[in-house]
């Protein structure tokens, strides 16, 4: 039985398979007689907000929905009911990644819900392990992660070869809806200032906008120095100055856990938190697909635990990992490109023709949005490639062969 994975976000709910996953947001739509959950709901977010609802994965509970809505009685039967749309009653051996705010209650609460699934729980995981286990660079990791409705700030430190996470706190009001809403303000401020259209008079127009916020830095991602916005025949354009006061109120959330002494992961789901940090913190982007690339590792790395024990230790040597980047450093030359009978470091080739892709040493790696079109040797690149000298890399046919250069 092919393992999957079931990754706890409510900003991005994850189902699925290295090979295959499913995200959808955890939220709830009531029209009148039955529910609608994740992408199918966004567009009715401000449309209808009071029939509504996106709070029952950040605190799962047994206790009445305050205010209720439909015919659910408590966050639990809502949780039970996104699952089973989203695993589609498949019967599978699966990894549970959770956030670390959940309190032992909730975590059983949840691992009680999952009986009542068609899913069997092998392993229990605190997924910022998860995610910083593959990333980590430095003693001191923050992971930084984007809710709904909370920012969660997870400290880890590598101490004796191993792993830990220390503490997650969270922070009210700094999730991914209080973002959208204040970047609509200052959208709707500059519409104000150079059409004298306030584009904000309906939950349609609000609908409209707050698409366009999602669709325009998910598809961007190098954040470019303009973004244009339309709304009833109105074009205005906006900077990544003026859009800064929004991402300000984060930024300063996160100034409280000492970024600048730590490597910060930082988790947006495409909304670019990194762009608007102070230039001496330590800042990777990171996202949870890299969940799913790794997800025998959190078995083969525990042995010994079950589905009913949250790991939050793993086995880690950072002095290992600087070796065996020292080492392929040491081994491999520099990665060139033959283009127009040049010479072109693949790097600042790559930052011309691929800016969401980045290069270590000789492995590609592709963002989960990347635009781009690139195949090596003619066979398309997903998520990561290893590349050699005499590759044939091509994106958006441009064309380069790739050699090496040593020194």
Not at 47 to 62: K, N, S
Not at 389 to 405: F, Q, R, Y
């Amino acid at each position: 039985m092919t393992l999957h994975l079931l990754d706890i976000n409510d900003c991005k709910l994850g189902f699925g398979t290295y090979q295959e996953q499913d995200f959808h947001p955890g939220i709830a739509y009531w029209d009148g007689n039955n529910y609608t959950f994740g992408e199918l709901a966004w567009p009715k977010l401000k449309r209808c907000p009071t029939d509504m609802l996106h709070r029952y994965w950040m605190q799962p509970a047994l206790e009445p929905l305050t205010p209720p809505l439909g015919n659910a009685r408590h966050s639990a039967d809502l949780i039970h009911a996104q699952l089973d749309r989203i695993t589609q009653g498949r019967a599978t051996d699966t990894l549970i990644a959770v956030p670390g705010h959940y309190n032992d209650e909730q975590l059983s609460l949840i691992l009680g819900i999952l009986q009542a699934t068609s899913l069997e729980p092998v392993r229990l995981i605190h997924r910022s392990i998860a995610i910083t286990y593959t990333q980590a660079k430095a003693p001191r990791i923050l992971h930084l992660e984007l809710q709904l409705h909370q920012l969660a700030a997870t400290e880890l430190h590598i101490v004796d070869r191993e792993l830990t996470v220390k503490r997650t706190t969270t922070l009210a009001g700094q999730g991914l809806l209080a973002l959208r809403d204040r970047l609509l303000q200052v959208i709707n401020s500059v519409f104000i200032d150079q059409a004298r259209f306030d584009a904000l008079r309906s939950g349609k127009d609000e609908q409209d906008l707050a698409d366009q916020i999602d669709k325009l830095l998910a598809q961007d991602p190098i954040f470019q120095a303009e973004y244009y916005f339309n709304c009833h025949g109105h074009t205005v354009t906006l900077t990544h100055d003026q859009l800064r006061p929004a991402y300000q109120p984060i930024i300063d959330a996160i100034n409280r856990f000492g970024p600048g002494q730590a490597q910060c992961l930082i988790e947006d789901h495409s909304f670019k938190v990194s762009h608007f940090c102070p230039s001496d913190w330590v800042v990777d982007s990171v996202d949870s697909r890299m969940l799913f690339d790794h997800l025998s590792t959190w078995v083969e790395l525990s042995p010994h635990n079950d589905a009913f024990t949250l790991i939050d230790t793993l086995p880690f040597d950072l002095q290992a990992e600087h070796a065996q980047v020292i080492n392929s450093s040491a081994t491999h030359g520099i990665p060139y490109g033959l283009s127009n009978y040049k010479a072109i470091p693949l790097k600042h080739w790559l930052t011309q023709q691929a800016p969401s892709a980045s290069l270590d040493g000789w492995s590609l790696t592709l963002s989960s949005n990347a635009p781009e079109l690139i195949t090596v040797n003619g066979r398309l690149v997903s998520r990561q490639q290893k590349l050699t000298a005499g590759d044939t890399i091509n994106i958006n046919g441009s064309v380069m062969t790739l050699i090496e250069i040593s020194g």
